[in-house]
């Protein structure tokens, strides 16, 4: 059987819209994957420690308050300086256009907006792990 | 409402309608879907008549506006004798910018203002601290003492226009820094007026801009009660909240019976304490989302109103004022769409309509760019224009109530009540709110709706126009509101310098004096005005808070 692919659900910083992350967070498991939800509040070092410990092959980061320049940017940072680089990192929320391409280049690979269709979602994350 | 007769007439003629045109159009022509239902996933018939309120006695159960059970509205004149508050929800980056905003909406006709706060500050936690990263000013103003308080309001005659904050976890500290000012200016605390979200209940539910556990969270609020009554008694200190349930992705139902379930559980908390029902009752307010459903949503107003009537009255409150469910409104911002942005006006304009027809005493219209930014300056005058225009130009707002009657609105108005009943039924056999809370009741409730929602739109059974279906390929092409970059640090240095000159023997004694305060069961609100008065910062207050009551941390359910 195949290996089933492992996704971190988690909401960096402060912000607390997680209706985004929890109908991801169920639609990724209804596809197949096994999700792990950190939840809220979470620190970049919480998310990757998170990462290890469950060896997740993606880590998928929601938010909507706007601090996404620096807060999905400290979790790639992170990974970088652990060598951890074949972990797939994708993100959404309320993400100007503007924005994007300065994320992508930072690690962030997927980026998506208000109005993505789940199976967007899912389907870019199977075409793309790279473990 | 009908005479026997009268009604066995209409019967009939139904009967016969259905039989002898209905049916057989139907046959020939189907209707566009199987079954038809609202947002709450209720089957909605295809006509309704007297048959569906025969049950209705109009005296008992609708009534007259500003007469139990206040079905109609809680004035008598309602719209006509005085419009709604158009309170624009605004905030961002520093004070400065901040207040700029409000004097540009005051000057193009905003009625009172609502003060949103930054991540930070809704945590209770100062600019410069370490969890603050990345979000300065990002969703809100940064407010972290009472000296950038005195900057938001520079201007603003706070003694005459009222003022609404959405805060929650530290609310009692930041209505304290908006007291304080007012007192700094020479403005008495008896005469100021406005209100502060303070909901708990539903921060643990929806919004989950939470600090201290329900204990002490409820403790606080109470406190904010009684001292709201006796000291400063035109504001309201609650203002109990469906809208986050709502945007977090219930149903209409669900909103409506959650919010309306913490707003009993708030009067028996403060009853508990001993306080007179009569005395705070009359300070409640709630805050309502007003969604896309149009009839649903004027019926989910309606059934709060008579609800909330019966159950203060249950609960043993006298008073008319006591008794009125008077609510703000914000229109729905997950329905606002990234694609094409423009059409969200009409959403808004629509929306906002359910909201004035259901009897709104104040209103937020959301601007067109929210799904992509905070909004531009030219967004938001649009969006306040597009109330002025339901207020000068629509004739809506020249008789009361103009839906009620309507056999289907009075129908639905009945079927949300009686749900309404059967969830509280629900909340009940968990021991309460809170124990629901704990168990994780209405974050699965909700997760469950959101993800049916999104789901109906993924399988196109629901249509979102630009989203799902007659999308269209424009570029986009909408300004987006940027913010002073050098605010954060300037921020900062004001922290620093206000702490450097403070009077720090006075600062160290009115956080001492607070600690004590908390660790016994004194009402709070005197001891964090001196703290604040002091300028003792948010989040050094809060911090003396965390450390006596600790913090809370909710189960991830999804």
Redesign the interface.
């Known amino acids: 059987m195949e290996k089933k692919i492992r996704v971190l659900?988690a909401k960096p910083?402060?912000?607390?819209?997680?209706?985004g992350?929890?109908?991801v967070?169920?639609?990724l498991r209804d596809a197949g994957m096994e999700?792990i939800?950190?939840?809220?509040h979470q620190?970049a070092e919480m998310i990757v420690e998170t990462a290890i410990q469950e060896d997740v092959d993606v880590i998928a980061l929601s938010l909507?308050?706007?601090?996404h320049?620096?807060?999905f940017v400290?979790v790639t940072k992170l990974l970088k300086d652990k060598n951890m680089e074949d972990v797939l990192v994708v993100g959404g929320g309320?993400i100007?256009?503007?924005d994007i391409p300065a994320l992508k280049k930072a690690g962030i690979a997927g980026v998506f907006?208000?109005?993505t269709?789940?199976?967007d979602i899912v389907d870019f994350i199977k075409k793309n792990v790279k473990k | 409402m009908y005479n026997k007769k009268e009604l066995n007439r209409i019967k009939e003629k139904k009967i016969d309608w259905e039989k002898n045109h209905y049916s057989k159009l139907v046959k020939i022509h189907p209707e566009r879907k199987d079954k038809f239902e609202n947002l709450s996933g209720t089957e909605i018939k295809n006509i309704y008549t007297p048959e569906d309120i025969e049950h209705l006695e109009y005296n008992k159960d609708i009534g007259f506006p500003g007469e139990y059970p206040f079905l109609r509205g809680v004035h008598s004149t309602m719209h006509r004798g005085r419009l709604w508050t158009m309170r624009q929800f605004a905030g961002f980056g520093s004070a400065e910018e901040t207040n700029e905003r409000y004097k540009y909406l005051l000057e193009h006709g905003e009625t009172g203002l609502s003060v949103a706060f930054d991540?930070?500050t809704?945590?209770g936690?100062d600019t410069d601290n370490l969890?603050?990263?990345?979000?300065f000013g990002?969703?809100g103003v940064a407010i972290s003492s009472l000296k950038d308080m005195e900057i938001l309001f520079d201007g603003i005659p706070v003694d005459d226009v009222t003022t609404s904050m959405t805060i929650n976890g530290p609310a009692a500290i930041v209505w304290a820094m908006y007291v304080a000012n007012a007192e700094n200016r020479g403005i008495s605390k008896k005469i100021i007026g406005g209100t502060i979200q303070n909901d708990i209940l539903k921060?643990y539910i929806a919004?989950?801009?939470f600090i201290f556990p329900p204990e002490p969270s409820m403790r606080l609020i109470v406190d904010t009660f009684e001292y709201g009554f006796k000291q400063v008694p035109r504001w309201n200190t609650i203002s109990i909240s469906g809208y986050h349930i709502r945007?977090?992705?219930s149903t209409a139902v669900q909103e409506l019976a959650f919010t309306l379930g913490d707003g009993i559980e708030y009067v028996k908390a403060a009853m508990k304490r001993g306080l007179d029902i009569d005395k705070f009752a009359p300070r409640l307010s709630f805050f309502f989302n007003a969604h896309n459903d149009f009839f649903e949503e004027i019926a989910k107003y309606r059934a709060a109103r008579r609800i909330w009537a019966k159950e203060l009255k249950k609960l043993g409150a006298k008073k008319t004022r006591s008794l009125l469910m008077r609510f703000h409104t914000q229109t729905a911002g997950?329905t606002?769409?990234?694609?094409q942005p423009e059409i969200n006006i009409v959403r808004v304009t629509l929306q906002a309509l359910a909201a004035v027809l259901g009897g709104t005493q104040s209103l937020h219209t959301n601007s067109m760019d929210e799904?992509?930014?905070?909004p531009s300056e030219k967004a938001v005058r649009i969006a306040l224009r597009t109330q002025q225009i339901i207020a000068e130009e629509s004739g809506v707002t020249d008789t009361i109530d103009p839906l009620g009657g309507s056999y289907y609105i009075e129908w639905l108005t009945d079927k949300m009540e009686e749900e309404t009943y059967r969830y509280f039924d629900k909340v009940e056999k968990f021991g309460g709110v809170i124990p629901a809370i704990e168990k994780g009741f209405f974050q699965r409730e909700i997760?469950e709706s959101?993800?049916r929602y999104?789901k109906e739109?993924?399988e196109n059974k629901r249509i979102?126009v630009?989203?799902?279906d007659y999308k269209t390929d424009e570029e986009?092409s909408i300004p987006?509101l940027r913010m002073d970059e050098k605010g954060e640090q300037r921020q900062i240095n004001r922290l620093k310098k206000l702490r450097r000159e403070r009077n720090q023997s006075k600062f160290d004694r009115n956080l001492k004096r607070l600690k004590k305060a908390a660790e016994g069961d004194e009402n709070l609100m005197p001891y964090i005005l001196d703290c604040v008065h002091g300028y003792a910062t948010l989040g050094e207050t809060c911090d003396v808070l965390r450390e006596v009551f600790g913090e809370y941390k909710?189960p991830?359910?999804?």
Not at chain 2, 131 to 135: K, S, T, V
Not at chain 2, 336 to 339: G, I, K, P, Y
């Open positions: 659900v910083g402060l912000d607390g819209h997680d209706r992350a929890k109908v967070a169920r639609a999700v939800y950190a939840g809220l620190t909507l308050s706007g601090a320049m620096t807060l400290d309320v100007p256009k503007e907006g208000p109005g269709p789940t199976d | 991540y930070p809704l945590y936690y969890l603050a990263r990345g979000e990002k969703c921060e919004q989950k801009s945007e977090a992705g997950c606002l769409t990234a694609q799904a992509l930014a905070l997760a959101a993800y999104q739109i993924d979102v630009g989203v799902n986009l987006i909710e991830a359910i999804y």
